[in-house]
């Protein structure tokens, strides 16, 4: 990356700065209303039953930045659907509200991708229809819809017109996956030093379900090459996996399926999702 951009800024990560900065941001959102977390840096809070909310909104703002001196934006609205993209304008530490009956229209001229739930396939049905913009997917007749998505195609009108009845959920929130991934200081094309690499991440990953409670169903692989084309494989397997032996099992399966020892790798990656609990799992006790 420096040799292809000699300006470029490298900063590396602090994940237990992070978790701990995370932690802190919950703490303050959680002193307003009910919380569901979604993900280290982005959570739901329901102000709905408080005086002015918009004002409420903007002090929730202020004082994470006052306790945390974290830039936080915000997006206020009547549903998690719309509250979401609002929150994405004007980044950084930007505030937009959407007023009660005005979702619609706000939402009208923006790509239908910005929309939760619409990804790259189904936009690419929806292009195929003509349908662009959201105001494009408001207006088409649902009779054209309707032998693409079935009844999917009433879930994605409404979606369009910000019409989301989903509550705020305070559950525990689960992270969705667990990764790492090594850069070697000059690119290695040795099979013995790879699969040592990829064990070790493969330990990490497996202690850090393993802290979770959790077992995993699916192991992805991570390649980059010299040349920084990178690829992603991964593999589903019929039961739930959380030793490092078994994840390393499935990782090297799909490491030999794409490489061929005396390719250059500059980076390798694992990380496990589709996280469950499993009654048998043992956790991993660890003591300092």
């Not at 900063?11 to 959680?30: G, K, T």
Request: proline share 6%; net charge positive.
């Amino acid at each position: 990356a420096l040799q292809r951009c000699p300006e470029l800024k490298l900063v590396s990560s602090n994940r237990p700065m992070i978790r701990s900065c995370s932690a802190q941001v919950m703490d303050i959102l959680s002193r307003y209303g009910t919380l569901e977390r979604m993900s280290v840096d982005e959570a739901f809070v329901d102000i709905s039953s408080q005086k002015n909310p918009p004002a409420l909104a903007k002090t929730i703002l202020e004082r994470i930045k006052d306790e945390t001196k974290l830039p936080a934006s915000g997006g206020l609205s009547t549903s998690k659907l719309v509250s979401k993209i609002a929150s994405d304008f004007e980044k950084p530490e930007g505030f937009t509200v959407v007023l009660p009956g005005t979702e619609s229209k706000f939402l009208a001229p923006l790509e239908i991708r910005k929309i939760y739930g619409i990804g790259p396939k189904t936009a690419g049905l929806l292009n195929g229809l003509g349908v662009k913009i959201c105001s494009d997917l408001v207006s088409i007749d649902i009779q054209k819809l309707l032998p693409v998505f079935g009844q999917y195609s009433v879930r994605l009108k409404n979606k369009a017109k910000g019409i989301d009845d989903r509550p705020v959920d305070s559950s525990p929130w689960i992270a969705k996956q667990q990764g790492t991934e090594r850069t070697f200081e000059k690119d290695v094309s040795d099979s013995t030093i790879v699969e040592d690499a990829l064990l070790e991440l493969c330990t990490e990953v497996s202690q850090s379900i393993g802290r979770m409670g959790r077992s995993a169903r699916t192991v992805t692989l991570k390649l980059r090459w010299s040349n920084f084309d990178t690829i992603t494989r991964q593999r589903t397997v019929p039961g739930e996996i959380h030793q490092a032996a078994d994840i390393y099992k499935v990782a090297k399966t799909l490491l030999y399926d794409n490489w061929k020892p005396g390719k250059p790798i500059r980076l390798i990656g694992v990380s496990a999702s589709r996280l469950g609990v499993s009654d048998q799992q043992k956790l991993p006790l660890e003591f300092e």
